[in-house]
């Protein structure tokens, strides 16, 4: 069974700084989707980033960027000029391409708090 | 607005109680699933619902059941509730049931279910 770690309950950042937050997964699977959620205190999930396995380019959103090492199964996101709206809970997810079972459901991390100082 | 709506946003029961959640998923998306989202166990895939038939199940337990209509809603009910099932539920819908063909997966704001 695939499984997603955030080893990072909780991280802060200042304002305007740069903050990583780290995930890595398990997966015998070749071909996959990850993702970054964000869920802010109005606990709506919000996709903020998604990457494809068989892609060896990461993935950019504006200030939003992962480092996505497939051999080392790690899926780091950076956000860059941190600011006070990115404080939520982020959620790292995996998806397989394929599925013999036809569900392709999301397994996620336990999320990580990211708090944003002034 | 994500598109997919939940109701009731809150529930407060007792224990023993049943409820039913429901979700309408985006408009053009033919699976739903659903997430139990709670502190100690965090989001946990309940059951997939692709075009009115069960897709998956997940760790859903036998006092749980789903169904989706042919206007593609889904409800979720829930029955002799305990204290233990107090969490935010989730849905989430794709235009296929792969997922694939979206940026990923919409979600809904959430039932918060507490049970007392």
């Known amino acids: 069974a695939q499984t997603v770690t955030q080893s990072q309950p909780e991280m802060s950042v200042q304002e305007a700084e740069t903050v990583t937050l780290s995930c890595t997964y398990d997966?015998?699977?070749?071909?996959?989707?990850l993702f970054w959620y964000k869920q802010p205190p109005s606990r709506q999930m919000i996709l903020v980033i998604r990457q494809e396995a068989y892609k060896q380019q990461n993935a950019t959103e504006n200030r939003f960027s992962v480092n996505f090492q497939k051999a080392a199964k790690s899926f780091s996101l950076k956000i860059s000029d941190s600011q006070l709206g990115d404080a939520a809970m982020y959620f790292c997810?995996?998806?397989?391409?394929?599925?013999?079972?036809?569900?392709?459901?999301?397994?996620f991390g336990k999320g990580t708090k990211l708090s944003v100082i002034p | 607005d994500s598109g997919v709506t939940q109701t009731p946003k809150h529930l407060i029961t007792a224990t023993g109680q049943r409820v039913t959640l429901r979700c309408s998923p985006r408009s053009g998306d033919l699976s739903v699933y659903w997430y139990q989202q709670s502190l100690d166990q965090g989001l946990q895939f309940l059951i997939q619902y692709y075009n009115g038939e069960e897709r998956a199940k997940g760790n859903i337990l036998e006092r749980f059941s789903a169904q989706q209509f042919p206007d593609l809603h889904s409800e979720l009910n829930l029955s002799s509730l305990e204290l233990g099932d107090s969490a935010l539920y989730f849905c989430?819908?794709?235009?296929?049931?792969?997922?694939?063909?979206?940026?990923?997966?919409?979600f809904g704001s959430g039932t918060r279910l507490t049970v007392v």
């Open positions: 997810a995996y998806r397989p391409t394929y599925s013999g079972a036809g569900s392709y459901q999301l397994t």
């Open positions: 989430a819908s794709t235009k296929d049931p792969t997922g694939a063909s979206s940026a990923g997966y919409t």
């Open positions: 997966t015998s699977e070749s071909d996959y989707y």
